[in-house]
C-alpha cells in the first residue's frame, strides 16, 4: 500500500507562484509513476503533469511552460511548481501514484485559488 499526502495550496494572485508537494509513504518502491490531476469547480478531474520512475514527464498543454513536475527520491516527495498562475488554474489538485499490478493511489487533494 501507498499513501499519498499533498501540501502547498492556497490563495494566490494571477501572476504568481505555488509548489505543490505529494509525499508518499508505504510500499514507496513499488511506485512507477506520479501525476498531478485537478479539478476545477463544475468540472471533471482533468490530467495535469506526470513523472514516470524513469524521469520522463508529461504535461497537459494548458499548464506546458508554466509548469514544473519533479521529484526527489530520497524524500518520496513529487512536486509541481505552478508558475505564471490563472485564474482558470483554480482547482483541487490531486497526486496520484500508479504502482505494480496496475495498483492506483490518490491523495485527499489541496485547493488552489488564483484570484485574479
Known amino acids: 500500500q501507498v499513501q499519498l499526502v499533498e501540501s502547498g495550496g492556497g490563495l494566490v494572485q494571477a501572476g504568481g507562484s505555488l509548489r505543490l508537494s505529494c509525499a508518499a509513504s508505504?510500499?514507496?518502491?513499488?511506485?512507477?509513476?506520479t501525476a498531478w490531476y485537478r479539478q476545477p469547480p463544475g468540472h471533471q478531474r482533468e490530467f495535469v503533469a506526470s513523472i514516470l520512475r524513469g524521469g520522463s514527464t508529461n504535461y497537459a498543454d494548458s499548464v506546458e511552460g508554466r509548469f514544473t513536475i519533479s521529484r526527489d527520491n530520497a524524500k518520496n516527495t513529487v512536486y509541481l511548481q505552478m508558475d505564471s498562475l490563472k485564474s482558470e488554474d483554480t482547482a483541487v489538485y490531486y497526486c496520484?501514484?500508479?504502482?505494480?499490478?496496475?495498483?492506483?493511489?490518490w491523495g485527499q487533494g489541496t485547493q488552489v485559488t488564483v484570484s485574479s
Open positions: 508505504g510500499s514507496t518502491s513499488t511506485i512507477l509513476s
Open positions: 496520484e501514484s500508479m504502482g505494480w499490478g496496475g495498483r492506483d493511489y
